[in-house]
């Protein structure tokens, strides 16, 4: 099996762990979004169709090819950046079956120290932290990855190391251990490993999420302590000396995660954070990208990607609003005319969890000749205490007669959710 990933991906984590479980995997995770690396962003780009015929003509045709003598993972090592919902390449370098050795922090009123440390720390998050979360997937080309965590890390726990005497470069999972007490039975937590800048800026290096309940396999007692580790996403990445690593913890990470029912406070009695650090790779270098010509089209509406928060001053609520229009473009060869609209809107007021609400329409075109057909496809979900809640819709129009319509609604048991 020969999988690849990229660290803007959702799937970043089933590379390494292929390598690890399946004999003869090999890996291959670059720095980009979920597009193939031929053409994926943020460069550098891989020749990816040159790697996938090394493969198939070892494995389909059974020449030699020496993919058998590829290392088993090649991780991109991207070099610490200023934060940014988008980039269009990231500076780093490939690393060839990376050895590494574990670095082990702990929580403490100090911050991030190498011994433990008293600690009593009580975070309670607005339910609007999260908002430069990124995208799970980002896949649009548009501003979808993480912002400057300063804003949530201030709406967070947060833990700072010593400047770093040497440059940290951080591969695999990094694991975190807490013991903590919550007030409420159901709770959530947002754990963030982050870059800060010698001027505050907070890159995000990785995350993970966990649903408290789900973890222990019931429902927390309030006010009894529990021990809970969680592996955050894998990663490869490079924080310079002089810079510091951050540990942040939030109860909220929306609209990434659905909030839990009541707004929670959670204390922090004691954690530690164990990261591996590289301490030996070999380089690797890949072929340069190839491809057919691109496809030949006609544009008549260009693309566009809009990522904003808007806040009602009256009632509170704050949305963030996604709109990607993915342009309308005809085909040069058959003249087939097509386009579509993406918008999604996620609502939340800081101080309600139940007021959470997401909503997406989508808009598809077909056209050609005298044809014109379109759909519009809505749905909505919102909860209470208990369930959730759908509600969705499909029309359809030949021109702009409707000639298909369906509704669907339904309710979901939230189930320690």
Not at 155 to 174: E, N, R, V, W, Y
Request: charged letters at 25%.
């Amino acid at each position: 099996m020969l999988a690849i990933g990229g660290w803007g991906d959702a799937y970043k984590n089933a590379v390494p762990q292929i390598v690890a479980n399946i004999p003869g995997a090999k890996g291959i995770v670059g720095p980009w979004v979920h597009k193939y690396p031929h053409f994926a962003v943020p460069e550098p780009r891989i020749g990816f169709l040159q790697e996938a015929l090394r493969w198939w003509d070892r494995w389909l045709k059974d020449l030699d090819t020496g993919v058998e003598d590829d290392p088993d993972y090649r991780p991109y090592l991207m070099d610490g950046v200023r934060p940014a919902a988008w980039y269009t390449e990231r500076p780093g370098r490939w690393l060839a079956d990376p050895q590494a050795e574990a670095q082990r922090w702990f929580l403490s009123a100090a911050g991030l120290a190498d011994t433990p440390g008293p600690l009593h720390h009580t975070v309670a998050s607005p339910q609007t932290t999260g908002a430069d979360a990124g995208e799970y997937c980002a896949i649009w080309l548009g501003p979808e990855l993480p912002g400057d965590h300063r804003r949530d890390d201030a709406l967070s726990a947060t833990f700072d190391s010593a400047p770093l005497k040497q440059d940290m470069p951080i591969t695999g999972a990094p694991v975190v251990t807490l013991d903590l007490s919550a007030d409420y039975p159901l709770a959530q937590i947002a754990v963030r490993l982050n870059h800060i800048h010698p001027d505050g800026a907070a890159t995000r290096i990785t995350y993970g999420v966990l649903n408290l309940a789900t973890a222990l396999g019931r429902p927390l007692v309030p006010g009894q302590r529990e021990t809970v580790t969680l592996s955050l996403d894998h990663v490869a990445y490079a924080v310079p000396a002089g810079h510091h690593l951050r540990l942040s913890i939030s109860t909220a990470y929306w609209p990434l995660i659905w909030p839990s029912p009541d707004p929670v406070t959670l204390t922090l009695h004691s954690g530690s954070l164990v990261a591996d650090k590289v301490t030996d790779a070999d380089g690797w270098t890949f072929p340069p990208p190839d491809a057919a010509d691109p496809w030949q089209t006609e544009e008549l509406r260009a693309e566009n990607h809009i990522r904003r928060q808007e806040t009602d001053m009256t009632t509170g609520i704050v949305t963030l609003v996604i709109e990607d229009d993915f342009g309308k473009v005809r085909d040069l060869d058959h003249g087939l005319i097509n386009g579509s609209i993406a918008r999604e809107r996620w609502s939340i007021h800081p101080d309600d969890p139940l007021s959470a609400r997401g909503e997406c329409h989508w808009t598809d075109e077909i056209e050609r000749d005298d044809i014109r057909l379109r759909t519009e496809t809505r749905c909505a979900m919102w909860s209470d205490a208990t369930q959730f809640y759908l509600h969705a819709t499909v029309e359809a129009f030949e021109g702009d007669v409707p000639v298909f319509e369906r509704t669907i609604e339904d309710t979901i048991p939230r189930d320690e959710i």
